[in-house]
Structures are given as C-alpha cells and as structure tokens.
C-alpha cells in the first residue's frame, strides 16, 4: 500500500531577480549564514484536500549533505491566507492545536499572507532536533501559497 506524503504541487525559482535578491539578503541577514548557503527557493501550491505529512528538513543520507552540508535551517513564508485549513503544524511543539479542520497534537501556525516562519533543523552542537519536525495540515477550504528556502551549514551546489 502507498501512503501519500505530499499531495501539493511545486517548482523552484532559478533565476535572479531584485525581489529574490532581496528575500535572499533579508534570509541571510535573520539567519546570519551567508546567501551562498541557500538552496533556490521553492514555492508550493496545496489545493483544498492536499497536505504534507509531516517530516523533517535534516538529512539522512550523504548524497544531499554532499550539496552543501546539513540543512540547519528553514524559512517558511507564506504567500497567501487560506480561508480553511492549511497550517503548519509541529507535532513535537507540545499541547494541542487545530490542523486542517481536527484537533491534533502539536503546535500550528495559521498561514497569513506575509508572515514567515524560521525555525532550525539542527542544535547548536549539529544533532538533528526532532522538534523541528513539520508538516502542512490539509487545506479544508482555499488555495495555500509558500515560498520556502532551506538553509545549508555550508555553500550549497
């Protein structure tokens, strides 16, 4: 049987403009790792129904920590409201919170156009945290929009 993980759709950003310039330099500013460090960014579509299951942004295997080292960090942005549903939920962040129209276990974010999340995939001293396991709930209603750029320990290639 195949289990779903992730039902949204997506692309990555090659190309440089003065507006990814900019998200760029303000991304490495909040972080304080350099821009070279960023993977391109990556902007994904839920539509009512779809979600992502959630998982973690630290690797398990050589070939991507190759590319530039371990992903230490991740900055989320949100590029619309959603008018159902949709949240970023961090089943490990304690307590209990709404996630796609259910109560489940963890703490969500709500997408709001405009705001970012910013959390680390790694501890100071370079092990995986498992609190920064994530997922997007379902989308019950509306279109969620994201624009996310992970963060390398090193220069990503």
């Known amino acids: ?15 440089t403009t003065p507006t990814i310039d900019t998200i760029r330099q303000r991304v490495s500013h909040i972080v304080h790792l350099p821009e070279e460090n960023q993977e391109a960014i990556q902007i994904l579509r839920y539509k009512p129904g779809q979600f992502y299951r959630p998982h973690q942004d630290f690797f ?13 960090a ?31 276990t963890g703490f969500a974010v709500k997408p709001r156009k405009g705001d970012a999340v910013l959390f680390y995939s790694m501890t100071p001293s370079g092990k995986e945290d498992s609190s920064s396991i994530h997922g997007s709930c379902e ?11 992970w963060i390398r320990t090193g220069k990503f290639v």
């Open 1 to 15: 049987m195949h289990v779903q993980v992730r039902t949204s759709s997506g692309m990555f950003i090659m190309q």
């Open 139 to 149: 989308v019950t209603k509306g279109d969620k929009w994201s624009a996310t750029i």
């Open 60 to 72: 398990a295997d050589q070939t991507n920590i190759d590319r530039g080292g371990q992903r230490t």
């Open 74 to 104: 991740t900055v989320l942005m949100y590029l619309t409201d959603v008018e159902g549903g949709g949240e970023t939920i961090f089943p490990n962040g304690g307590g209990q919170s709404e996630c796609g129209g259910a109560m489940s």
